[in-house]
């Protein structure tokens, strides 16, 4: 896994992903963008998860 701290990188690599799986934890949520070769993961805030997951541009897989 490669882990990306840019926000709109990650939205770049959303394009070409198959899937985005969310992953709560009590601290903040981490995103994992699966790729063909590669899986990207980002940690985020939980005030900012929203905003990011309403542009990504594969399916949404919510891991609870």
Do not use: N
């Amino acid at each position: 896994p490669r882990e990306v701290f840019d926000v709109e990188e990650f939205l770049e690599i959303s394009a070409r992903a198959s899937e985005c799986r969310v992953k709560k934890f009590k601290d903040g949520v981490k995103l994992k963008l699966r790729t063909k070769t590669m899986l990207y993961t980002i940690k985020l805030p939980a005030e900012k998860t929203e905003d990011v997951l309403k542009k990504i541009k594969c399916k949404i897989v919510r891991l609870d």
